[in-house]
């Protein structure tokens, strides 16, 4: 009733050796533990880093890259412009996530994504190749779905 409350934040943040962190980019300091952004990794301008995130070794993001608190980014993280991370959700080792990907949940090592929400970039690939179809072959169901009615 009386507003928001201000929750001390007196965590830790870690930066290893060779860290490059981008103009305008925020690294949030979490209430306890600490956040973490392994060596070699390195962060482009304007991306948020969100409370006790805890990103590996030789990473690279890009501009308008996004991560909730408590992910957890496996090592040789590749994020392209505007990834989005939510909240908790764990980011295997060597995984690439292209331009506007919203990663809602846990990706395994090695896996490439795409779309929003991620999927398979192959399978993102063919679902956009289709979109643009897809008023076409509306009308070809709704056409199908009359006959069968009238059947």
């Known amino acids: ?15 290893e050796n060779f860290v490059d962190i981008g103009c305008n980019t925020n690294v949030d300091r979490p209430a306890v533990g600490s956040t973490k ?6 962060i482009d301008n304007l991306v948020q880093v969100g409370h006790g995130v805890s990103i590996g070794k030789s990473c690279a993001m890009a501009s308008q890259v996004g991560i909730a608190g408590g992910a957890k980014i496996g090592d040789f993280v590749i994020f392209a412009g505007q990834v989005g ?9 060597n995984v690439i996530a292209s331009s506007k990907c919203g990663i809602h949940t846990d990706i395994e ?3 490439t994504v795409s779309g929003f929400p991620a999927l398979p970039n192959k399978l993102w690939l063919r679902c956009q190749a289709n979109l643009k179809k897809l008023p076409e072959i509306a009308k070809t169901v709704s ?4 006959y069968i009615n009238k059947v």
């Open 37 to 42: 952004i392994s060596e070699g990794t390195k």
């Open 109 to 111: 090592s090695g896996k």
């Open 143 to 146: 056409r199908i779905d009359k």
């Open 1 to 15: 009733k009386k507003g928001w409350k201000k929750m001390p934040q007196t965590g830790k943040v870690i930066l």
């Open 85 to 93: 991370v939510g909240n908790r959700v764990n980011v295997g080792n």
